[in-house]
Nanobody
């Protein structure tokens, strides 16, 4: 069974940086695309970033573009989210997800989800 485990969340001041990690186990033989989502209290889950299996196709949500960087290390079965210039509006639970879809476009369905990690940005 595929499992995703996020780590790296915490409390930072506005303008600070944080790096999230997500390790995938139990299904590494598949070419998963990976994504990051977040959900703040009272709001819908929001797309943050996506990276293809090869790492050559990357997408960002408008609210984080230019500040966040998604990357992956397939040898470690791990995807990362480098978050810079953090704002209080970035406060949310961040989830990583994996998709079995192939291609270079946006993923339409994610098949596996992690438990989430809390990111809090204070003013």
């Amino acid at each position: 069974q595929v499992q995703l485990v996020e780590s790296g969340g915490g409390l930072v001041h506005a303008g600070g940086s944080l790096t999230l990690s997500c390790k995938l186990t139990g299904g590494t033989f598949r070419p998963y695309a990976m994504g990051w989502f977040r959900q703040a209290p009272g709001k819908e889950r929001e797309f943050v970033a996506q990276i293809s299996h090869s790492g050559l196709s990357i997408y960002y949500g408008d609210s984080v573009k230019g500040r966040f960087t998604i990357s992956r290390d397939n040898a470690k079965n791990t995807v990362y989210l480098q978050m810079d210039s953090l704002k209080p509006g970035d406060t949310a639970v961040y989830y990583c997800a994996a998709s079995r879809e192939s291609g270079s476009g946006l993923v339409t369905k994610y098949d596996y989800w992690g438990q989430g990690t809390q990111v809090t940005v204070s003013s």
